[in-house]
């Protein structure tokens, strides 16, 4: 499990991510919904305190699969992945450090050994968003572009281009 420090977990967040994960043997990895991230793994929210957050969350939370969609990528602020995907594609990449576009990277590779990721809508938890690169806001957008360029140079493509598709195959990515 990937689980960023800046989250609120909700009633059965992961009860439902693992219903999604084991729900087929070609799944790798899935994600949950949230009110700050990108990727479209954004829902909207009617809350403003933590009593209101756990109401809205056992509305949502209600195991459904026909609220879970393939995706190209997964942000991780919030993704659970099997042990034997991670044995396969090996641990996040050390050189996306201290963050950003390791999740692209790691969703790619996951994607490349035939595994399919999935976005349960079913599972939200509260996402602060960028709590450890706040201290560091100049060097942020930085941290992006030098990241972004890791990324082109590993692979081929520009990352920003899987944000813009919810669907494709790894054959037509790499026409990026």
């Known amino acids: ?24 043997s070609n799944i790798g990895a899935v994600g949950a919904v949230t009110n700050n991230c990108s990727n479209n793994q954004v829902i909207d929210t ?4 933590i009593d209101q957050l ?24 919030c993704m659970l992945i099997k042990r034997d995907i991670i044995n ?3 641990l996040l990449d050390e050189i ?6 390791e999740d692209d990277d790691y969703s790619y590779r996951i994607r490349q050994t035939g595994y399919k990721l999935l976005l349960c809508k079913d599972a ?17 957008n930085k941290l992006l ?14 990352p920003n281009l899987i944000n813009n598709k919810e669907m494709s ?8």
């Not at 195959?169 to 790499?174: H, M, R, W």
Request: aromatic residues 16%; without cysteine; proline residues 3%.
């Open 124 to 140: 939200y938890i509260h996402h602060f968003g960028s709590a450890s690169f706040k201290k560091l806001p100049g060097e942020y």
């Open 88 to 90: 396969k594609v090996g």
């Open 46 to 49: 009617d809350y403003n305190n």
């Open 54 to 77: 756990i109401e809205f969350s056992k509305e949502n939370n209600i195991s459904d699969n026909s609220k879970w969609i393939e995706k190209l990528r997964l942000v991780g602020f």
């Open 1 to 24: 499990m990937l689980l960023n420090n800046d989250v609120i977990v909700t009633p059965n967040w992961l009860d439902n991510l693992k219903k999604g994960l084991y729900s087929g």
């Open 169 to 176: 195959t790894i054959s037509d990515l790499k026409m990026f």
């Open 96 to 101: 996306f450090t201290p963050g950003n576009f």
């Open 145 to 158: 572009q030098v990241n972004r360029e890791k990324f082109k140079n590993k692979w081929g493509f520009d």
